[in-house]
């Protein structure tokens, strides 16, 4: 399976301020996902950021929060935006396969962030 | 709305035994029914697959079985190992959409 090069690996911030997280794919892949894991929960998936065209967000979260880039076929970036605590969780990127070659789905190292 | 059901939260094993976490979900038209693994510190890891046209597949020491009718599956771990210590979490997809839907995830823990 593909590798999936994620940075930072932690930050602590100040809150107000914005992070941008990195996600690079070592192959070209259709499809990325961003998920937030809160510390001992389960995955909710933020966006899925497609190469040449605007992100698709999840109920609950906005483009002006967690903007996300995908120039290309291996790289994606989100950005948590003017962050207060609330945003201290575990940030995931996961790449897509191909469900009809079954090809899986596989997920970075994920970033902890912590929000002071 | 939580579309994939996942029981127990939690999981004692002793070494050598079975550990069996199951998972019901709700909406028909998933499709792809996986299992990760996650360590702490780490991103989840795809362990097995599963899709509905089999009842059952079996890699190494792990099985999952698939009733479609009941719409539930569940993850059986044979021989279980301290090693396999970590957080399971069943997932589905399908009716078009390659998202993934999440469990709320069950911490096995097997003691020595």
């Known amino acids: 399976s593909a590798v999936i090069s994620q940075k930072p690996s932690r930050d602590i911030c100040q809150r107000g301020t914005s992070l941008t997280i990195q996600c690079q794919v070592d192959s070209q892949v259709t499809m990325m996902f961003w998920y937030r894991q809160q510390p001992g929960q389960s995955l909710t998936l933020i966006a899925t950021?497609?190469?040449?065209?605007?992100?698709?967000?999840e109920s609950g979260f906005v483009i002006d929060k967690f903007p996300i880039s995908r120039p290309n076929l291996t790289f994606s970036t989100l950005t948590v935006s003017n962050m207060s605590p609330e945003d201290s969780s575990i940030y995931l990127c996961?790449?897509?396969?191909?469900?009809?070659?079954?090809?899986?789905?596989?997920f970075g190292q994920g970033t902890r962030l912590t929000v002071v | 709305q939580q579309q994939v059901k996942q029981s127990p939260q939690s999981l004692i094993v002793q070494k050598g035994g079975i550990s069996i976490i199951n998972c019901a979900y709700e909406?028909?038209?998933?499709?792809?029914f996986p299992w990760y693994q996650q360590f702490p510190g780490k991103g989840p890891a795809l362990l097995i697959a599963i899709r509905p046209d089999v009842s059952e597949k079996k890699e190494g020491r792990f099985t999952i079985s698939f009733n479609k009718s009941a719409k539930q599956f569940s993850l059986h771990i044979m021989d279980s190992q301290p090693g396999d210590s970590a957080t399971y979490f069943c997932a589905a997809s399908g009716g078009g959409s390659e998202k993934l839907v999440f469990g709320k995830g069950t911490k096995l823990t097997v003691n020595p």
């Open positions: 950021a497609n190469q040449g065209s605007e992100a698709t967000y």
């Open positions: 996961s790449a897509d396969g191909n469900r009809a070659t079954n090809t899986e789905a596989f």
């Open positions: 909406n028909t038209a998933f499709d792809y």
